[in-house]
């Protein structure tokens, strides 16, 4: 039998607000596009704490969670959906580790991250973790997509 085709499918990407004002929301297109990944809404977006509520409901409760969201709230992200085979596991390849210090050479926190020295790790992008992460965060900052 023929191995069978990964299913096409899209992620909800992030340039959080430090990638934005570091100027790198380009170089994270560019990445994301150099991996052969196709673009299907792109906005540059004010978050609201509404909105970081539903994002980051999982979250709730944890030490990090006020000052993550105070962070998010700190400047325009980005919102951009992408598409392609594997996108949801091969975007979180390209962003690489949560820890900027800790992430690898090559991606995308490990080549324009580091340690900024502030208690929220400052990681320069979000990925959807799974395909029913991907329908829930596409749906909240893309509602009629
Ligand atoms: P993301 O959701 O942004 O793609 O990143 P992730 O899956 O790698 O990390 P996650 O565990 O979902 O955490 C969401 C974001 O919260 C901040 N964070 N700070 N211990 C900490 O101070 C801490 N842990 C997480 C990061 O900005 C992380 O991306
Ligand atoms: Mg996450």
Redesign the pocket.
Known sequence: AEPSTPAVERTLV?V?PDGVRRGLSGEVLRRIEAKGYTLVAVELKQATTELLAAH?A??EGKP?YQP?VDFMLSGPTLAVVAEGQGVIPGF?SL?G??NPTEAAPGTIRGDLGRDWGL?????L???S?STESAAREIGLWFPGL
């Open positions: 992030l959080k980051y999982e979250h990090f993550l979180r962003a580790a949560t208690k929220v790790q400052q990681n992008v979000h990925g973790d």
